[in-house]
């Protein structure tokens, strides 16, 4: 990449208004942004950026491959006072993420259910929710991870580059700024608003899918989600199954031409 993280560009990019002031801190190398931030939560908004992750941690403790200065690799960490749903939380933090590499970069991601962050067919980056209960109450980590100039991976997916952007003008601090500017904004939305938002940037809904749930392959019709962004299909035979995003792995299109990595790296799902 071409452009150093910085805690205080990442401020001085930040809106002019938010809840409240975060602490931002930017690490030449770290075995996870996610790990980071937990020890050291202090109930205050937080933004954890890495120029290069060791460990980083994907769903299903999964690997996610994070070479220096080729991504974004960021954990915002939000009070709570009570424990979140997890499932309307990574629609969320999904809904701010597109708005926000839209807003800044002119691209148009989509999502993929739950919590895969997909451009032209490929998978380009993903979410991981995390909840821990301090003394201080409940705290959220949105662990948020975008391939950009990872071509030297061959495991990885197709990375975003500045040659795929409408605006060739953007900075990494300006997307991670945008993040937590359009993730505060949704804190004080209500959930209908930005679920809806949510629901027309999925993937396949209507069409055909594969998947596993609990180990067994399975197609069916994706149907749409519940108010817990449970995943509703309907199977080939039986009921509509609603289920969790901790039983459902391999979710594809069985119609269309979807890539998908071909090693675990970097494989939320």
């Known amino acids: 990449m071409r452009d150093d993280l910085k805690a205080t560009v990442i401020r001085e990019n930040l809106p002019s208004q938010w809840l409240v002031d975060p602490r931002v801190t930017v690490l030449p190398s770290v075995d996870s942004t996610n790990t980071y931030a937990k020890q050291r939560l202090n109930h205050r908004p ?40 997890g499932g309307l939380e990574a629609a969320r933090a999904a809904v701010a993420v597109v708005q926000a590499v839209a807003a800044v970069t002119g691209l148009e991601l989509a999502i993929k259910w739950p919590n895969d962050l997909v451009f032209r067919h490929q998978k380009r980056g993903g979410l991981l929710i995390e909840q821990v209960q301090t003394s ?16 030297d991976f061959p495991a990885l997916p197709v990375s975003l580059t500045l040659a795929d952007t409408p605006n060739q003008q953007w900075t990494r601090n300006q997307v991670i700024a945008a993040i937590y500017g359009q993730l505060t904004a949704l804190f004080q939305q209500p959930a209908a608003t930005w679920l809806a938002v949510y629901r027309q940037s999925v993937l396949w809904v209507g069409e055909r899918v594969q998947f596993n749930v609990s180990g067994q392959a399975m197609i069916g019709i994706l149907q749409g989600f519940d108010p817990h962004n449970r995943l509703q299909v309907q199977p080939q035979t039986g009921p509509l199954l609603v289920l969790e995003a901790e039983r459902v792995s391999e979710l594809m299109p069985l119609d269309q031409n979807y890539q998908k990595p071909n090693e675990p790296s970097n494989d939320f799902t």
């Open 46 to 85: 937080e933004i954890v950026v890495a120029e290069r992750q060791t460990a980083g941690k994907g769903r299903f403790h999964h690997r996610f491959v994070s070479p220096a200065q080729a991504g974004i690799y960021l954990t915002i960490v939000w009070p709570l006072n009570d424990q979140a749903d």
């Open 136 to 151: 201080a109450g409940w705290q959220l980590l949105i662990g948020i991870g975008l391939n950009l100039a990872a071509t």
